[in-house]
Each structure stands twice: as structure tokens, then as C-alpha cells.
């Protein structure tokens, strides 16, 4: 099993992942946009258009705008998940000196760790917090309850596995993993050489349910941040009025 | 229609069938019902092949839930089923269900379901609630356009022999006599020499409307119900052809604003349409088309007639000289910030003092084109006060009309008065004793509207008057030398 | 599609009850339809209006403007709405036999 998991699994995973995103995006061209069919803000150039598609994606505005309680669940949610994800590449691969690496003159080497260590519990935490509340919405208000489908729920579920088994490892001292460790598992998976998985338990389970995540995610709603750059690239294009002025009349322009 | 019931045993309300008489005047033959799933599951793959916006609205929604309480449907029926994502799901399952790995492996953990009678029947009620307002696609944060799933769900309708009869009897109409209405020339005529004569009363000289007059520079295509309900946007929009010295034409032709094929039907009926105008264009030698008062009519010019006028219309080498397309309230409004028109909001015929208007921001006009302001403007400068409801323009509420889901069948009818539920109260909110909104489906929900609300002016008892933007205008502006009242 | 007797005899009407073929219509059908819309009788003031907008239908081809409606018969909106509760383009133009008005109405 642990073998599987280690050092099979992982290839299997990568290939359904990006094969997966492929074919969907593919899928997702294969119908022409046959309309114009914009929806405001008209922007009147293109830069002007992907700025507020770019401003839509990082700051939700439209659920800020109408929804603002799920706005204080979605948004740090997002946050700490891409705050995470960047944690998790940047902190294995460097050992927990990013901010050392980035700023050599301000911050030790010590320094550095602490705060990856401190930043890693923090959004941690909030993304545990916020996936919780978004859990507790979708069973509670009854407009969402009533939309939501198995799989709504089960999404949640394996999110909140992740990262309550991350930020179990993270609180307590005995199961925790050090960046070394991780780092040298990962770097066997990549040079494909792969390594034996760390003897702990909790990273065993977490590097598994992470890859039932990423398996899942061509074939599910997980897509969505694919599909708002292909959805909006349908509705929010720049948009010129003809020029006014009638031709032909007494009173002109 | 009374209330249809599944098999489940639920009832929902449907609007009334079109005969087998009226759907081949349409073109269309009905599919026979144990055909009708496995045709209906053929013409959702070819659409979701044909359009993009389809195929992400069936697999972009995360069900956030945003859209629930954006949709006056669902806050004035408390339906599940017109939560727009709930819409859409109705649709969207059977898609999972066919067209989706997920679906067709956990098809019960996804929530998928086999297309059968039921869900037909059910597209039917719902797809035919929805007022394609894309009040929910303007707030889903992804852009997810739910319109353009309802409008699929009524094309496939339509093609499987589920025509209703009002938006069926009104596009027979168009294939028949070119409009929405019916109307005749020899009608068309008629009540313009009616109209210029009530001109004649109230400002002392005449305006002519000009019939299919050759080498004329604009065409100016009146809306849906000007020639049965709204003579005040008619004579409008011609003291201000007057005003400003146009050499102008109304098309028997092509006479109406309006497009229901948008609505149901965008292979055939919408085809037929900008084919007439593109006809009538050539034929009067036209400069430019100048649209009134006609909210989802604009909606499938500015956004559909590039695509539509294609192959089946203008044949090959598309030779039709295309002429711009613009609305009568921008080129009002051009003249108005350019100072050339001069009104008089004081004294205003239709507005008298001590009148507060309140706008309704037809769905069309501003979340298809950003017309807000341009309304505003124009009012403003035509009525003594003006009263804004809350919210506007692109956040605006639809009137529960749109999309001419005006049925009159009781039960549907009821719907209607559910659906204007958050409009009543916005009106009342505002403190407005007249109402004004620029589009014909609006004006047709409002009139019997306002009395099921009971929304009266202060007295109490007169109920609230209901106007076009352009009947303000046309009231407002200073002839000179002419009666202004 | 639907048959209904009035007055006698057997009328194809529509799903609201407008007689399909207009036609077959004469008084007595007028009166038989009248009921149907909450008009008890057909008064001289009925009249007026039916025949009005009868008289204008064969001419056009449509029901007329309700403006060019008030002002040919003399009413008032209001009391054409007292004349026909159902309104004047349902009530009165289902008496005068002419078929459903189509558009946005």
C-alpha cells in the first residue's frame, strides 16, 4: 500500500491530472462563442476587460458585492488555500528559507523558518476554519441546501480531511514532518527515482487524499478556476457603441 | 392550461400548448412523447457542440448559491426550482448524466438524471418562468450566463413540439405579416393618420409618419405594442423625428422592434426577422436603423444580428450592406448633451406638476447595453421630478414580464403577480406616483400589474399611470411657436 | 383545439375561448360569447364597442389601437373596463369574434 501510494500512484495521478484538464478545455472549445453576448461592465478595450476579469478572480467581487456572507468563507478560503499551495511548493523546496532567499539582508535563516512554520499554521487554520463554515452554510441556508448534490458535500469533506490532517501534523509535535524529509521524498518522485514515502502515518493519508483530490478534479466542479477564465472570456469583452448622430436630419450633431 | 401533474405526483404550472394548426403555420412537427426524451438528448448534444456559452454553463457552476436570492422569480415564488442554479440544474443533471465521465459512472452522487417525460415537462413550467432578465448571470462570479440555458431549454422545446401559445401565435404572426402584432399595413396607416390628428389637437399642426417612403436615411422601428397599446411612444418618437428634421421611414415590412424568436426560436424565427430588415434596408435605401422602446428586441439586434445574418438570410457572398444599428435613446440623448433639443420639463403634458416619476431600467437595456444613465438623462430633462427606486440600472430588478411570459391563464397569471412581487415593492418604496419604463414587455406587465398590487398614486385610490421614456421626451420638447400643453 | 357549443351550434375555439374561424361570427354567437367574459347582456353601450372594433377588423385585419378605441366610442378607458372587466383586448375583441391579439399585450 505504502508502495502504491509512494511511488506509483503519484505518475498515475500527474497523467489523469493534466490529460484530464486537457480534455476538458478541449471540450469546452469545440463550441464557437456565436454571440456577442457581453454583460456589464462594457470595458471599451481589451486591457480594460482583462483587468477587470483579473480584479473579479482575486478579489470575488461579485460575491462580495451580493453575497457578502459567503464572501467571509469563500474569499479567505481562497486565500489560504493559494497562500498554502505556494507554502507547500516554496517551503519543501527551500527548506523553510523563502523569505531568506528573497530577502538575505532582513531575514536569518532562523527567522525564515519560524515564519514559514508560522504563516504554515496560520492559513492553515483559516482554511480549516473557512471550509468548515462553508460546510455549515451549504447544510444550514436552505437555498443552497437545496442545490447542493452528494458530491457538493463530499468536495467539502476531502478538503476538510486535507487539511485537518495538514494542520494535525503542523500542531502536533510527534506526527509532524520536517521540510527535509518531504523534500527528499518529492525530489525522488521528480528525478523519477522514487524514494520510500516518510514512516508517518498522517503523511501518508494526507499525500493520499490529496491525490484522490487531484484525480477528481478534471471530472468535477474543482475546474471552476478554469472555468472562470473560459466564462468570462465569453461575457466580459470590450464593447464600442457605433458612433452617433443621424444622417440626414435639419439638427445635427 | 390547469396545472400539469407528474408521475411523481407533483403539479406544476405550465403555460397553455400551442395546437398542431399553429405549430405548422410555425414550421414546427411535434415529436411523438416516446420519442420526445431520446430527441431531446440528440438536440442538447448539438447544442452544446454549437455554443460555448452553453457548454460552461453546464459545467462551470460550483452551486455557490450567489444567484438564489438575485432572481425575483424565486423571491416571489419561494420555488426551489427558480433558484436560477436550480434552474439550470434541471438541464444541467441530464447533461451530467450523458455527457460528463462523472455522470455516467456516480451518476447518483452527482446528482445525475435520465432525460425522460418529467424533466421535459418540467423544463417546460420553469424555462417558461424564467424571464432570461440575466440579473444572475450580471451577479454569478464566474459569469456564468443561466440565460442562455434557458433559452437552449425553450429551443429544444420548441423543436420537440412544446410551443407555447402566445409566443407561438406571435411568431406565426411574423412568418404571416412580419411583426409580432399582426398588424397590416392598411392598419399601420390607419392609426398613424389617427395619431398625427391627436398630435394636431394637442400641438396645433401636424406630424406625418412617413409609410415605406423611399430613400428615406433612417428607418425607425417602433416596438411590440405601439400600435395597440402605447400611442404615446409612437407620437413621441415622431415629434422627435419631427423635431430634429429627419428624413424618416416606418417599414410595414419590418415594423417591429420586437423579436420573439430571440425568445424561443433563434433558427427560424430570429432568421426571418433580420432578414426583413436587412430587406427593407436595401429596399428604402436606408442610412441607418433607429430602434425604440423595446427592451429584449434591442437585446437580439446589438447582440445577434452579426451571427444571424449569415448563409440562410443574405445566401452566399453576404452581400448586404450593413447599416448601423442604434437605439432612439442614444441618439436622444447625443442631441441633449450637445444641446441641440430643447425641453420643457415644466411643462410637460404627460407629466404635470407635482408628478414624480420613477424609472424601471428594463432588463435588456442595461444589463445587454449600459443604457442607466442614458435613461436618465433623458428623464430628467423632460418630467418635473423624478424619484429613483432602489436598486438601478444594471442591479435593477426584472418586472416579471420579461422574455413575454405574459400569460393569462389563471395559473400562470398568478405566477406573474408572484413575480412582480419585488418590483411592487420597489415601486412603493420610492414614493413615485408614475411610472415610467422604455419597453413594451415591461409596459404590458405593468398595466394589469399595478392593479393587482394596488400600487395608487397618494390619493389612495388612482392607480399609478405607466409611460414610455420617449412619451416624456416627445411631451417635453418645445416647438416653437406651437402649444406646449 | 377545443369544441364548444354556443348558440346552438359547434364552434372551434382556442385554449382561451377566442372562435378560431371569425368568419362564422354573428350576433347571436356574440351574445352566447359575452357570458364567458363577464358580461352578463350586451347592452347598446357592448355594442358600440363590438362593433366598432368589428367593423374595424374586417377593414384592417387587426383590433384597433385602445386609444382610437376610446376616442371612436366615446369612453373613457375606465368605463370600457366597466363595459368589458376582462379588458378590451381580451373581453371585447373575444365578443367581436377576432382572434387573440399577439405581440407583447
Known amino acids: 500500500m505504502y508502495f502504491f501510494v509512494g511511488k506509483v500512484l503519484p505518475y498515475i495521478t500527474v497523467a489523469i491530472l493534466l490529460g484530464g484538464i486537457t480534455w476538458r478545455v478541449w471540450r469546452w472549445t469545440i463550441g464557437r462563442i456565436k454571440f456577442n453576448i457581453t454583460i456589464p461592465p462594457f470595458p471599451s478595450s481589451w486591457p480594460a476587460a482583462v483587468l477587470w476579469i483579473v480584479w473579479q478572480i482575486v478579489s470575488f467581487w461579485n460575491v462580495f458585492k451580493f453575497d457578502r456572507p459567503l464572501w467571509f468563507g469563500a474569499w479567505p478560503m481562497h486565500v489560504a488555500l493559494a497562500a498554502i499551495g505556494g507554502g507547500h511548493v516554496l517551503g519543501v523546496y527551500t527548506l523553510g528559507m523563502q523569505f531568506h532567499l528573497l530577502l538575505p539582508w532582513l531575514v536569518t535563516e532562523h527567522q525564515s523558518e519560524a515564519a514559514s512554520n508560522f504563516l504554515g499554521t496560520v492559513f492553515g487554520i483559516i482554511f480549516f476554519v473557512a471550509l468548515l463554515y462553508l460546510l455549515y452554510r451549504r447544510l444550514a441556508i436552505e437555498k443552497v441546501r437545496v442545490i447542493s448534490a452528494t458530491s457538493d458535500y463530499l468536495h467539502l469533506l476531502l478538503l476538510l480531511a486535507i487539511v485537518g490532517i495538514g494542520d494535525y501534523m503542523r500542531l502536533v509535535k510527534t506526527a509532524s514532518l520536517h521540510y527535509d524529509e518531504a523534500r527528499h521524498f518529492m525530489a525522488g518522485l521528480f528525478t523519477f527515482n522514487p524514494h520510500p514515502l516518510p514512516d508517518n502515518f498522517f503523511f501518508f493519508l494526507h499525500f493520499l487524499f490529496v491525490q484522490i483530490m487531484l484525480l477528481i478534479f478534471p471530472f468535477s466542479k474543482l475546474m471552476h478556476p478554469f472555468g472562470i477564465l473560459w466564462n468570462r472570456w465569453i461575457i466580459n469583452r470590450p464593447y464600442q457603441q457605433p458612433p452617433m448622430g443621424m444622417p440626414g436630419t435639419k439638427i445635427t450633431l | ?485 | 383545439m377545443a369544441m364548444i357549443e354556443l348558440a346552438g351550434k359547434q364552434v372551434e375555439v382556442d385554449e382561451d375561448g377566442f372562435i378560431q374561424d371569425p368568419e362564422i361570427w354573428d350576433k347571436e354567437l356574440a351574445e352566447a360569447l359575452a357570458p364567458l367574459e363577464e358580461v352578463p347582456t350586451l347592452t347598446e353601450d357592448h355594442w358600440k364597442v363590438v362593433n366598432m372594433i368589428r367593423e374595424y377588423y374586417l377593414r384592417t385585419g387587426v383590433a384597433p389601437m385602445i386609444r382610437k378605441l376610446c376616442k371612436d366610442t366615446g369612453f373613457t378607458l375606465k368605463q370600457i373596463y366597466e363595459l368589458f372587466p376582462t379588458g378590451p383586448a381580451k373581453g371585447a375583441c373575444k365578443i367581436a369574434g377576432l382572434p387573440k391579439p399577439t405581440g407583447c399585450v
Open chain 2, 1 to 485: 392550461m390547469p396545472k400539469k401533474v407528474l408521475s411523481d405526483g407533483t403539479e406544476i404550472s405550465q403555460p397553455n400548448r400551442a395546437v398542431d394548426r399553429l405549430m405548422k403555420r410555425l414550421h414546427v412537427r411535434e415529436v411523438p412523447d416516446e420519442e420526445k426524451p431520446a430527441m431531446a438528448v440528440r438536440w442538447l448534444d448539438y447544442y452544446r457542440k454549437d455554443r460555448r456559452s452553453l457548454t460552461l454553463a453546464m459545467e462551470g457552476c460550483v452551486k455557490c448559491g450567489v444567484c438564489a436570492e438575485q432572481c425575483h422569480a424565486y423571491l416571489g415564488t419561494k420555488d426551489p426550482n427558480n433558484i436560477p442554479a436550480a434552474r439550470a440544474d434541471l438541464m444541467r443533471r441530464v447533461y451530467k448524466r450523458y455527457f460528463t465521465v462523472q455522470g455516467r459512472l456516480f451518476g447518483k452522487l452527482v446528482g445525475a438524471v435520465e432525460m425522460t417525460m418529467d424533466v421535459l415537462e418540467k423544463w417546460y413550467s420553469y424555462y417558461y418562468q424564467c424571464s432570461e432578465c440575466r440579473r444572475c448571470g450580471h451577479v454569478c462570479p464566474f459569469g456564468i450566463d443561466t440565460c442562455e440555458v434557458t433559452m437552449a431549454g425553450r429551443e429544444i422545446l420548441w423543436a420537440l413540439g412544446f410551443v407555447p401559445e402566445l409566443q407561438g401565435a406571435a411568431s406565426a404572426m411574423v412568418f404571416e405579416r412580419g411583426n409580432q402584432g399582426g398588424m397590416t399595413q392598411a392598419a399601420i396607416v390607419d392609426t398613424h393618420e389617427f395619431l398625427t390628428d391627436e398630435m394636431e389637437e394637442e400641438r396645433g399642426f401636424r406630424i406625418e409618419f412617413p409609410v415605406d417612403k423611399p430613400n428615406s436615411d433612417i428607418l425607425y422601428v417602433p416596438s411590440s405594442a405601439d400600435y395597440l397599446l402605447n400611442a404615446e411612444t409612437l407620437k413621441g418618437a415622431a415629434q422627435f423625428f419631427e423635431y430634429v428634421g429627419a428624413n424618416w421611414t416606418i417599414s410595414s415590412y419590418m415594423l417591429e422592434a420586437g423579436n420573439f424568436g430571440l425568445l424561443t426560436d433563434q433558427r427560424s424565427v430570429q432568421r426571418e426577422l433580420v432578414r426583413r430588415l436587412w430587406w427593407s434596408v436595401a429596399d428604402l435605401g436606408i442610412k441607418k436603423v433607429v430602434f425604440g422602446e423595446c427592451g429584449h428586441g434591442w437585446r437580439a439586434w446589438k447582440m445577434y444580428t452579426e451571427t444571424l445574418t449569415d448563409y440562410a438570410v443574405a445566401g452566399p457572398g453576404y452581400t448586404y450592406t450593413k447599416v448601423p444599428l442604434v437605439n432612439i435613446h442614444q441618439e436622444v440623448v447625443a442631441l441633449l448633451k450637445a444641446g441641440k433639443l430643447k425641453l420643457d420639463p415644466k411643462n410637460n403634458r404627460l407629466a404635470p406638476v407635482g408628478t414624480y416619476v420613477t424609472l424601471h431600467d428594463p432588463c435588456n437595456y442595461v444589463r445587454a447595453d449600459q443604457l442607466g444613465d442614458v435613461f436618465r438623462y433623458v428623464l430628467y430633462n423632460s418630467v418635473p421630478a423624478v424619484r429613483e427606486m432602489y436598486p438601478i440600472k444594471e442591479k435593477n430588478f426584472c418586472c416579471g414580464g420579461g422574455s413575454a411570459i405574459l400569460y393569462d391563464d389563471p395559473e400562470m397569471y398568478n405566477l406573474r403577480i408572484k413575480f412582480f412581487q419585488k418590483k411592487a415593492d420597489q415601486v412603493r418604496a420610492s414614493g413615485a406616483n408614475h411610472i415610467c419604463t422604455p419597453c413594451s414587455i415591461c409596459k404590458a406587465q405593468f398595466y394589469p400589474m399595478v392593479k393587482e398590487h394596488n400600487l395608487t398614486t397618494e390619493d389612495g385610490k388612482t392607480i399609478m399611470p405607466v409611460n414610455g421614456l420617449i412619451d416624456f421626451l416627445g411631451a417635453a420638447l418645445v416647438f416653437k411657436g406651437h402649444r406646449q400643453i
